[in-house]
């Protein structure tokens, strides 16, 4: 998410509120949406069926209830407290991170026919 603060557009992570500092891992989605590496750790981790339908954050898509997506548990006062991803983007962003120069990550989901 974009936010300001003192006039300056301040990157921060939707889900976990940490702010870009040109070095911490994030990827971005639609709409200036946000996830950090931590995040995604978190989401991969913790994803469960919704329990209801939702709009992803990061890709926007209407997704029925039982899909498989996550949201922080506990959102700290600088996330989105709407904020919600699905199990598309929690994969996308598992490869992407693997295949970022700049992080040591290693990819956590393995490959798919569909995400390889
Ligand atoms: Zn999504």
Request: charged share 30%; glycine share 6%; aromatic share 6%.
């Amino acid at each position: 998410m974009q936010k300001t603060e003192n006039g300056l557009i301040v990157i921060a992570c939707d889900f976990t509120g940490i702010e870009w500092d040109e070095h911490i891992p994030m990827i971005e989605g639609h709409r200036g949406s946000v996830i950090c590496l931590e995040a995604l750790k978190m989401a991969i981790d913790g994803m469960a069926d919704a329990s209801e339908a939702f709009d992803c954050t990061l890709c926007l898509r209407h997704t029925e209830t039982g899909s498989k997506a996550w949201r922080h548990p506990d959102p700290p006062a600088t996330a989105n407290p709407h904020a919600i991803v699905c199990e598309d983007c929690i994969r996308q962003a598992d490869r992407a991170f693997s295949k970022d120069p700049d992080t040591d990550y290693v990819r956590r989901i393995p490959p798919t026919d569909r995400w390889r």
